[in-house]
């Protein structure tokens, strides 16, 4: 059964830092875009950050809003999707899903169940 | 980045109607849209891809249609399992998604 599982959110202070971490199994990993896509009440659905596979380079993209503070990476040979998140702000609160894609469409087959970040002093 | 408006913000709809939901693009989107299904407390389920086309495991039932700027999404005989938000998304570039649409019961 394909399953992906977040986790490390929590509560964190403005302009912290915080990593999130998806574990993945049931399908072929290496094979699938990733992504992390963020859920708040006032914003909806966001994509927040992607990865394509190997043969691709690994090619990021990343929301304007989080340029340059987020970082996203994989590592094929433990089947894990990351999110470093650095210098956070308020407007990063929200429930973060880890999802996958099959490659290059950009719509997601699959979601985890979320990990909830709050961004507060 | 590309906008997408969905109709209506909510829905009451009784049990085995048809219940259409729309999406309009700012600009063309060549059919590259997604439709999800989220029921209270769960993440997004993909329904549709590519504008028509089936995702696995979901109900006949559901169907989408639609080209250039204009989407729908159609539910044929509505369930009691079909209460959920409804949210479409384009990937023709940088993906969005539009606000959603709460379906509930009559």
């Known amino acids: 059964e394909m399953q992906l599982v977040e986790s490390g959110g929590g509560l964190v202070q403005p302009n912290g830092s915080l990593k999130l971490s998806c574990a993945a199994s049931g399908f072929t990993f290496n094979t699938y875009d990733m992504s992390w896509v963020r859920q708040s009440p006032g914003k909806g659905l966001g994509l927040v950050a992607g990865i394509s596979i190997k043969s691709y380079n690994y090619a990021t993209f990343y929301a304007d809003s989080v340029k340059g503070r987020f970082t996203i990476s994989r590592d094929d040979s433990q089947s894990m999707v990351y999110l470093q998140m650095n210098n956070m702000k308020t407007e990063d609160t929200a429930l973060y899903y880890c999802?996958?894609?099959?490659?290059?469409?950009?719509?997601?087959?699959?979601w985890g169940p979320g990990t909830m970040v709050t961004v507060s002093s | 980045d590309i906008q997408m408006t969905q109709s209506p913000a909510s829905l009451s709809a009784s049990l085995g109607e048809t219940v259409t939901i729309e999406c309009r693009a700012s600009?063309?989107?060549?059919?590259?849209l997604a439709w999800y299904q989220q029921k209270p407390g769960n993440s997004p389920q993909l329904l549709i891809y590519d504008a028509n086309s089936l995702a696995d495991g979901v109900p006949s039932r559901f169907s989408g249609s639609g080209s250039g700027t204009q989407y729908s999404l159609k539910i044929n005989s509505l369930q009691s399992e079909d209460v959920a938000s409804y949210f479409c998304?384009?990937?023709?570039?940088?993906?969005?998604f539009g606000g959603g649409t709460k379906l509930e019961l009559k």
């Open positions: 999802t996958a894609g099959e490659l290059g469409d950009w719509y997601f087959d699959f």
């Open positions: 998304q384009q990937y023709n570039n940088y993906p969005t």
């Open positions: 600009e063309d989107i060549y059919s590259n």
